[in-house]
């Protein structure tokens, strides 16, 4: 399984990857999910072989199939990659191409590009394509928390500490 964090730019995915994540050990990559009611916090950390460069990383999301999906698949290991994103239009498309109002293209109005069924509020075709960067890490510390539980792990407490609670030291 994989576990990508989305950039809206290549660039920029490549850049924070070669200065932040390439230095980091693999063994020591630590990735929190902290359910919270319909939300969970995405948590990412890892000791560096660059102390200059050390971040952690971390996003409140909602819950999502995705999410169910890799909790319940993982089997305690993960590749770590970075990926870019893309809007797609209906002239950038195949006619295969599947738009976010989970209609293909051909169901689409050539004109105005508005779907066709009469039940969808679709004005016109968009979708998105992820692009994967190559390199990956391995990820063997995946935990699964309740907000409730954070407290023993030293990751998701001090995140939720400095970034929810807003107390810091």
């Known amino acids: 399984m994989n576990v990508v964090p989305l950039f809206t730019e290549r660039r920029e995915a490549l850049d924070l990857w070669n200065v932040t994540v390439r230095p980091w050990v693999d063994h020591t990559i630590r990735i929190r999910f902290v359910e919270s009611g319909e939300k969970y916090w995405f948590i990412m950390a890892a000791e560096s072989s660059n102390p200059d460069t050390n971040r ?30 893309s809007k797609k239009y209906y002239a950038d498309v195949k006619g295969d191409a599947i738009c976010n109002c989970k209609h293909e293209k051909e169901d689409h109005a050539e004109e105005d590009h508005g779907c066709l069924y009469e039940s969808c509020s679709c004005e016109k075709f968009e979708s998105f394509q992820v692009n994967l960067l190559k390199k990956k890490k391995t990820v063997t510390d995946i935990l699964f928390l309740d907000e409730g539980g954070v407290k023993d792990d030293p990751l998701a407490w001090n995140c939720l500490n400095a970034n929810r609670y807003g107390r810091t030291g």
């Open 56 to 85: 952690s990383f971390y996003k409140v999301l909602s819950r999502s199939e995705n999410q169910q999906r890799f909790r319940d698949g993982h089997e305690g290991e993960a590749y770590l990659r970075f990926g870019a994103y």
